[in-house]
């Protein structure tokens, strides 16, 4: 009685002691994959957002996305979550096979031998399964792609009623997700039944080999019960080791896609280190030839020449795809060239200190991107120290103030995701603040006013010609009364400068212009036609202030 009593004790104890450490492990493993998850996120979108413009162009928000979220989730928690369960298995193996061999060496070399079978059979498992997980991954991440690109689009989507057709898409992406996932299940299915009969071989052996050893004395009836359970438990944790193999070999597909943007390195690197603490604002285009990457065989500018004075507005006009805002992207230095080169203040732009460079030149877009934060945070942005006096007064500089101060929690009021709760005229006004906050050398316009009331528009041309006549600016703009008044206009077609001059120079001359403004002035050609740069190559790359 006294030995069954130590022995419920010593149980209890084994007991208490176990639930306590599982817990302690489970605990542990539960903040290493909320740190490695943290830390596997940071490091991509860190990774990301030093890429290369190029790069956003061939890559869809969407799949970027999917890998941020879904990607990194998946392989911190299969990692963690399987680390865990192989350390747990791996101490219950070594405890069950000292006990096996202590109860009977021959039968644990019988159990041994059917090992190598299982470990081939996981292999050759392993290797398609991790294949088959990459192919799962990517077709998640186009599924999403297509979400997030239809949601984004809503009011496109619905204005065209065009709902369940792209609910339809999506549902295709979904089914070529499903496609896979039976690939999936046929794989695991026969990963099971090859080392189930591998196992149920094994058992076999046991008790055949394990009723002689009895017969012949060589081992007892209990001792062979003792050590068939063994072997039971050592099965479960062989199975639960080929459900790691395969948990591992999944995460090791989507890790595959992660690692490699992590690693990645941008093709084209800010490395400059000009920061002058007095800069002029003069731009020089010489001999500049461009193509983008998504089509290199297309070149947008060829040997393109023209330049930006200090105080002087310089306007950019031709037609659709002529090269404008390739220009402008250009001069952002959002792409390599192909030749020729493009000097501020005499020295390339490359040259010059990244996060300096786009201090000193601001663009104003004709779709500004505004964040999900509070005015103020909008007009800011980048600028994290900059007085509260000097966002009040880009704010009444780009006629931005009155509507703000209206509005419930004036300066302090969300514009909702790409400022969806303003106006598109109060969105561009809000940019050119954003601008104007920064006071530029070199301040673009690239259809700044495009959505402006006449009033509006008025007023930001007074600022143009008046507060900022000590600035470069450089306008793409399809109204007439906005490029007329420019000291220069370049007219560019087909990616070739073909005249440069004042509107009266141009007019006088004859050309593209004239004929331009004469198919404007007369309502024949679309205002599209007149003024809109370059089509942007597809891809989810943002070049808007």
């Known amino acids: 009685m006294e030995q069954f009593s130590t022995a ?30 943290i830390r596997l996120r940071n490091r991509l979108f860190r990774s990301l957002v030093s890429q290369e413009t190029s790069f956003f162009d061939e890559n869809r928000t969407g799949d970027l996305i999917s890998r941020l979220t879904s990607d990194t989730t998946m392989v911190s928690d299969l990692v963690s979550q399987n680390i865990n369960i192989f350390l747990r298995n791996t101490v219950k193996v070594t405890g069950v096979v000292v006990f096996m061999f202590s109860l009977s060496w021959q039968l644990s070399l019988v159990t041994f031998m059917g090992f190598p079978i299982i470990m081939m059979v996981s292999d050759i498992y392993g290797k398609y399964y991790k294949r088959l997980s990459k192919e799962v991954q990517n077709a998640l991440a186009r599924a999403s792609s297509t979400a997030e690109e239809t949601i984004s689009a809503m009011k ?59 017969i012949s004395g060589q081992m007892t009836s209990g001792n062979l019960i003792s050590f068939i359970i063994y072997e039971f438990v050592l099965g479960d944790c062989m199975e639960s080791v080929g ?14 896609k992660v690692f490699e943007f992590i690693d990645r390195q941008p093709t084209m690197v800010h490395d400059g280190n000009l920061a002058p603490d007095h800069l002029e604002g003069r731009v020089d285009f010489e001999n500049v030839t461009f193509s983008y990457r998504t089509r290199p065989h297309t070149q947008v500018l060829q040997n393109v020449s023209f330049s930006l004075s200090p105080g002087k ?14 220009c402008v992207n250009i001069l952002e230095n959002f792409y390599p060239l192909e030749g020729g080169r493009v000097l501020l203040d005499g020295k390339p732009i490359s040259a010059y200190d990244h996060k300096y460079l786009h201090r000193v030149i601001s663009l104003v877009s004709q779709e500004p991107v505004l964040f999900a934060r509070s005015i103020t945070d909008n007009i800011s942005y980048g600028l994290p120290t900059v007085p509260f006096e000097m966002v009040v007064e880009a704010a009444q500089k780009a006629n931005a103030h009155g509507f703000i101060t209206e509005l419930q929690d004036g300066y302090n009021t969300e514009t909702g995701e790409k400022g969806a709760q303003l106006s598109g005229g109060q969105k561009q006004r809000v ?29 930001i041309q007074q ?78 790359g943002s070049h808007n202030a």
């Open 8 to 37: 419920v004790i010593v149980m209890c104890a084994l007991a208490i002691g176990s639930s306590f450490a599982a817990g302690i492990r489970g605990g542990i493993f539960t903040l290493i994959f909320a740190r490695l998850n």
């Open 431 to 459: 940019a050119m603040a954003r601008a104007l906050v920064r006071n530029p050398p070199v301040l673009i316009l690239d259809e700044a006013t495009s959505a402006l009331d006449a009033e509006s528009e008025y007023l």
């Open 463 to 540: 600022a143009i010609h008046g507060n900022l006549q000590k600035h470069t600016v450089l306008i793409i703009a399809h109204r007439l009364s906005t490029v007329e008044r420019a000291h220069l206009i370049v007219v560019l077609d087909k990616g070739r400068v073909v005249q440069q001059g004042t509107h009266q120079q141009l007019l006088a001359q004859g050309g593209l212009y004239a004929k331009l403004v004469q198919r404007q002035m007369l309502g024949l050609e679309p205002a599209s036609d007149y003024t809109a740069g370059h089509p942007e190559p597809p891809g989810n």
């Open 313 to 326: 507005v310089t306007a950019l006009v031709g037609p659709s795809g002529s090269g404008k805002s390739s």
């Open 156 to 214: 496109t989507v619905r204005s065209f009623a065009n709902e369940e057709e792209e609910a339809e898409v999506y549902s295709r992406k979904l089914q070529q997700v499903y496609k896979l996932n039976r690939k999936e299940a046929a794989a695991y299915t026969c990963y099971v039944w090859g080392s189930g009969i591998t196992l149920l071989v094994v058992q076999v052996s046991i008790l055949y080999y394990g009723g002689h050893l009895v």
């Open 243 to 256: 459900s790691v193999y395969s948990g591992l070999m999944q995460g090791v597909g989507a890790a595959e």
